[in-house]
């Protein structure tokens, strides 16, 4: 299996600008999650999905953030507009059911200028 | 709900030296535990990890694990680290109910000098 995809890994934008991440799931994991990692805070979730429906997007700093999962294959998080404090590492896991672990992408390092 | 705390942000050992990494969680139900391992400019991987049964886990690359239910640990050992352990290292527990979504530790940094 070629895990979990992230596209694209690094992003490189200018304040204001619109971003979006992407994500392909491990085949047959039914559960997806978007992090962020930064020195400050650590690796913060920002949303859940099962079976392609979001569970908890608590985690999601503001309106500026939106996820979607159309189908088991894909999901994307987009920041509208984007601002120099989103500069972090995205990841993406998906696992296949309640208590198995979280598979990994290589994350996307976003910079906004 | 459930957190997790990693009481050591660095911890540099000599190679071939022993090494443990502290963790310790609180949760109002029984708990999974696991440990990730992230290598530099990478996701994390998966090093071991605790669902029920011998309270002693043994994971990849010659780490294991103890689950403490009294002390609500799980603390990370190896006896002989080499420069290739040098990565960052996240403790994770999730519940037994509910949407099992896990919280992470923030991290300890393991640094192996030769």
């Known amino acids: 299996d070629a895990g979990v995809i992230q596209s694209p890994r690094h992003e490189v934008t200018e304040m204001g600008q619109e971003v979006t991440l992407r994500c392909k799931p491990i085949?047959?994991?039914?559960?997806l999650f978007w992090y962020r990692q930064t020195m400050m805070r650590g690796l913060e979730l920002l949303i859940y999905f099962n079976n392609n429906v979001p569970i908890d997007d608590s985690g999601m700093p503001e309106d500026r953030f939106s996820a979607k999962m159309p189908n088991a294959s894909f999901s994307t998080l987009k920041i509208q507009p984007s601002e120099p404090r989103d500069s972090a590492v995205y990841f993406c896991?998906?696992?296949?059911?309640?208590?198995?672990?979280?598979?990994f992408g290589n994350g996307t390092r976003l910079t906004v200028t | 709900a459930q957190s997790v705390t990693q009481l050591d942000s660095q911890v540099p050992v000599f190679e071939e030296a022993p090494v443990e990494l502290r963790c310790n969680y609180s949760s109002s139900v029984s708990v999974y535990l696991f440990w990730y391992v992230q290598y530099p400019n990478q996701g994390l991987q998966l090093l071991l990890k605790?669902?029920?049964?011998?309270?002693l886990v043994k994971g990849i690359n010659g780490f294991e694990a103890e689950f403490n239910k009294s002390q609500t640990s799980f603390h990370l050992r190896k006896p002989s680290v080499h420069i290739s352990d040098t990565a960052e290292y996240f403790c994770?527990?999730?519940?037994?109910?509910?949407?099992?979504?896990?919280?992470f530790g923030r991290g300890t940094s393991l640094i192996v000098h030769p």
């Open positions: 896991a998906s696992s296949s059911r309640g208590n198995s672990p979280l598979h």
């Open positions: 605790y669902l029920s049964g011998s309270t």
């Open positions: 085949s047959g994991h039914n559960s």
């Open positions: 994770a527990v999730s519940g037994q109910r509910g949407s099992y979504i896990p919280t």
